[in-house]
């Protein structure tokens, strides 16, 4: 069965210093689909990143990285000298095949806060 | 992302009233997935329509919900009767195909029923 576990309910970090939010998935299929997304205090849904199973080459945005690693199950994301703006809940989600790569299924998320 | 829209962005309905939320989707988009997310909790799959047809509708309550994408017009998620339960966030995404999922959210309808 799919699922995702995100086991950080809160974290708390200083602006400036770095922070890493644990993502780790269970799926039985091949072809896969993961994704992160923010939430900030606004309530939208802000898309960051979608990974395919067979693309496991880590990511850098800017200040954000991705660390997808297959033998973990884990799609860890961090953000490096962390800004006030980066306050927001964070979830990774996972959907599996192409046909259904609609049906995501989320983790419970993790709540961010940067403090100045 | 702006390009799918929703309206309104707040609701708030009485108990045993009806709630219609709005998703317009993408330009050239004629997939529509539809998506609810209570208070302090993930997202959840609702379900997917094509126009004028309801295709995987596996995530919806079995009761008081209903939704449509009519061949004009933006798809419409009809909640009757609504409890307090129903107090959520609901929002669309769309595609142009099925297997491509754009990964991109409208902004929300975040309803209350009091």
Known sequence: ?116 | NAGVMQNPRHLVRRRGQEARLRCSPMKGHSHVYWYRQLPEEGLKFMVYLQKENIIDESGMPKERFSAEFPKEGPSILRIQQVVRGDSAAYFCASSARVDRFEAFFGQGTRLTVV
Do not use: H, M
């Open chain 1, 1 to 116: 069965a799919q699922k995702v576990t995100q086991a950080q309910t809160e974290i708390s970090v200083v602006e400036k210093e770095d922070v890493t939010l644990d993502c780790v998935y269970e799926t039985r299929d091949t072809t896969y689909y993961l994704f992160w997304y923010k939430q900030p205090p606004s309530g939208e849904l802000v898309f960051l990143i979608r990974r395919n199973s067979f693309d496991e080459q880590n990511e850098i945005s800017g200040r954000y990285s991705w660390n997808f690693q297959k033998s973990t199950s884990s799609f860890n994301f961090t953000i490096t000298a962390s800004q006030v703006v980066d306050s927001a809940v964070y979830f990774c989600a996972l959907s599996e095949g192409a046909y259904s790569s609609y049906k995501l299924i989320f983790g419970s998320g993790t709540r961010l806060l940067v403090r100045p």
